[in-house]
């Protein structure tokens, strides 16, 4: 038989086993900030907008309803002060993911072609790259480059799993070396409205793309923002020209949003308040683990936004990670994310308050 999982690189959390099974052994239970999955409630009147619409027996539109495209447009005006984006310009995913994993395809990249990702990368970023049959190349810089011309670059701010947050002169010097070379960039905003000591910015931001969109993707998920993780809840935006191109494939492969989510997700983008509580809770937790690590020696480094705090003791990840495990604290190595993760573990702020204080007082 064929595989197509043999091109692939291993699940990296399988590797997990081990250490799972000591921190689950501590009598109070493990805490668990290996992975970034929300936990907290889904908003109330977003699960009423799910269930407002759950008898529509007839197939749901790829491009989304008018409503959703519009509300994204609107909630990137408020909320990132993204001028300019037109309606048509939205497309739905279902969830970022799989946008992350197939974007190199569904664009027609190949053998032959070239994606970067930043050195310390959400993996799906490369798995997208291999899918595609592309070549993948590591690097925070575009001096890293030297001469090659890569085909897409990826940008990730704030990044998983560092929290770096990539400033207005970085962006919009990666955005003008690939316009003058015809490179397409995507920007992975999936933490954007996370912004703790730094603030985020968009490469749809004027500021960075001079109120052009040429060439540019945005890639936007409701899961952190609105903990619609379950849903599969994103949108891509940005060049027209792409996202039509986007459209015309996805349409013929059958990768449409279901209707229900399209509606809550049209709920979610109007609703300021919830992304302000759910804002609250993140902050108040990352403070929490952030003064417990220093007080236990470790180093923060970046973190300055995002849904992670990324630390170090100075040693091997695997031995932190044995360290925490101990102590019935899980969390992820550096190594998952690039071979420059090698002494960092990635704390993700996605337990509940009574985790957070748990995982507190085992490191007092
Ligand atoms: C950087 C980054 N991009 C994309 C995703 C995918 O998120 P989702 O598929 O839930 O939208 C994640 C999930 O953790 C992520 O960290």
Redesign the pocket.
Known sequence: MRSGSTALPDFPWDSLAEVKATAHAHPGGAVDLS??TPVDPVPEPIRAALASVSDIPGYPATHGTPELRAAAVEALRRRHGIEGIEPDAVLP?I??????AWLPRLLGLGPGDTVVIPEL??P?YEVGALLAGASVLRADSLFALGPQRPAMIWL?SP??PTGRVLGVDHLRKVVEWARARDVIVVS?E??LALGWEAEPLSILHPSVCGGSTQGLLA?H????SANL?SY???FVTGDPRLVAELLAVRKHAGMIVPRPVQEAMTAALADDEALAVQRERYERRRTVLQKALHHNGFRIDYSEAG?YLWASRGEDAWQTLAWLAERGILVAPGTFYGPKGGQHVRVALTATDERVEAAAERLQ
């Open positions: 992975v970034g995913t969830g970022s993911k799989e946008m992350v990368a959400y799906t990730n990044s998983n992975d999936c933490y890639v998920s409701l899961s952190k993780a599969r809840a994103g849904l």
